[in-house]
């Protein structure tokens, strides 16, 4: 998964020793910056503080907690909790413009991330959540007595080549008078939308190869959860789970963890942002945000 996911596969700014993310400057950052608690005496962004160091009730994360799966979760799924130690940041230069542009303040840092950092208190979403969903599945498997049959779905799931592929084994006939049909989810009743989402997605930022390795691990993921229950495998988690790891790939997001200081940001203007943005060239990213935030 390394392989397939590393970043240097996805379209970045980066020279020979640093990469360089994005964030545009959400409303409490805006709050914090027309406060002064964010900015030096010339006005210049020095310090990004977490949402959980802004909370002012008891909050579910310690400053002292480590990154999990869950908190992580928490920070990037539909109506996000406010108390993690998470901080997004976008690889590409378009996903902040449609943010700043249509819901904050067009006001922007880059952030400059050493190459040998990276992985450590910065990671890739969408990559670090399917990785610990991997491991929560290998966990599950080695210690129950898995059926035949579930094993022999896995295995069709592992060896597909293609998302149809997969799609296919989804539907065969293994449960009950009913085809498994579980490539689309039930909602949960925290879900607002009017239509189920589709597991197994066709449309993304990613790769073909990308695609189809995400595809595989929330297929084994369904199989298991219709065996079992959710619950036993993804604690404190529900049917969002897929569609956050979707909004994390579709929004190219990263995630600081911990405040941002002050070597680590680039404070600069919005038009230099949108140079940036037409290098990188990917305005379809923030179309397919869109739609996603209007399903």
């Known amino acids: 998964m390394n392989n397939v996911f590393d970043i240097e596969n996805f379209n970045i700014i980066k020279d020979n020793e640093n990469y360089y993310f994005f964030r545009a400057l959400n409303m409490a950052d805006n709050q914090d910056l027309e406060s002064g608690i964010i900015t030096d005496k010339s006005g210049q962004v020095i310090h990004i503080r977490t949402d959980r160091q802004r909370y002012e009730g008891k909050p579910k994360y310690s400053e002292t907690d480590e990154i999990s799966l869950e908190q992580v979760y928490d920070h990037i799924k539909p109506n996000y909790r406010k108390d993690t130690n998470c901080i997004s940041l976008s690889s590409n230069a378009n996903i902040s413009i ?16 050493p190459k040998k950092q990276f992985g450590k208190k910065i990671i890739n979403a969408g990559q670090y959540m399917l990785e610990e969903i991997e491991k929560k599945i290998n966990e599950y498997i080695s210690s129950k007595n898995i059926e035949s049959h579930i094993l022999e779905l896995l295995d069709k799931v592992e060896k597909s080549k293609t998302s149809k592929e997969i799609q296919q084994v989804m539907q065969i006939k293994y449960f009950g008078k009913q085809k498994l049909n579980l490539y689309k989810s039930k909602l949960s009743k925290e879900a607002k939308y009017k239509r189920p989402i589709s597991r197994i997605t066709e449309y993304t930022t990613l790769t073909p190869k990308q695609l189809l390795e995400k595809n595989k691990i929330i297929a084994k993921l369904t199989i298991l959860e219709k065996r079992s229950g959710m619950g036993q495998i993804i604690p404190n988690m529900n049917n969002l789970l897929i569609t956050t790891i979707d909004r994390a790939f579709l929004s190219l997001e990263l995630i600081h963890y911990g405040e941002i200081n002050q070597d680590e940001i680039i404070d600069i203007p919005k038009e230099t942002v949108e140079k940036l943005a037409i290098s990188q060239k990917n305005i379809k990213n923030c179309c397919n945000i869109k739609k996603l935030s209007i399903l």
């Open 98 to 113: 449609y943010y700043g542009h249509e819901c904050y303040k067009d006001r922007y840092i880059m952030v400059k991330i």
